[in-house]
């Protein structure tokens, strides 16, 4: 009877403790819930590398969640609450940073890469259809013609100590 009740104590602490890691933000409207959620998605946490502010724990996430919402309920559009945060920290806050001067490498560099590794390829591909098959097997020994491969042409003379000129296969 003891054990069930040391059970029943151990799942309450666990069952309030995951209560408590769940922030509670009420809106008036369904569109506001949509707007907070959207952003949250939209802006990273500047703690941690790779995640947005509604997936990280971080202390500082939460906190910037809880400011998106205080703006969205004082009216501020989507663009305001985004530019709100970038000023404060930077653009590394946006999960898609703007097209600008200080951000043209973030764009275009896969773009790049992408270019490279089709020309790095193409270049590969031409230099091997450019090669014959003569120079295919001088460059690889196992592809050279074996003694089968000759005595189906007839020029093969019979793997006996004994063979003459007049055991060739034809």
């Known amino acids: 009877m003891k054990r069930y009740i040391y059970l029943i104590v151990v799942f309450s602490i666990c069952a309030v ?26 802006l990273r946490c500047p703690k941690c590398q790779n995640q947005n502010l509604i997936d990280s724990d971080s202390q500082i996430s939460e906190d910037l969640r809880l400011e998106v919402a205080r703006l ?38 896969p773009l790049i890469m992408l270019g490279v590794g089709g020309l790095i390829f193409g270049v590969i591909v031409l230099r091997r259809s450019r090669t014959t098959d003569d120079e295919r097997s001088e460059d690889v020994p196992h592809l050279q013609q074996s003694p089968l491969a000759e005595a189906s042409t007839g020029e093969a003379v019979a793997a006996r100590p004994d063979a003459s000129e007049g055991d060739k296969i034809s």
Do not use: C
């Open 17 to 42: 403790q995951s209560a408590l890691a769940i922030d509670v933000v009420e809106f008036d409207t369904q569109r506001d819930l949509e707007r907070y959620q959207q952003l949250t998605y939209e």
């Open 72 to 109: 969205i309920k004082d009216g501020k559009s989507d663009a305001q609450i985004k530019s709100h945060m970038v000023a404060l920290y930077g653009d590394f806050i946006l999960y898609r940073p703007p097209l600008q001067n200080n951000t043209v490498v973030l764009w275009l560099a």
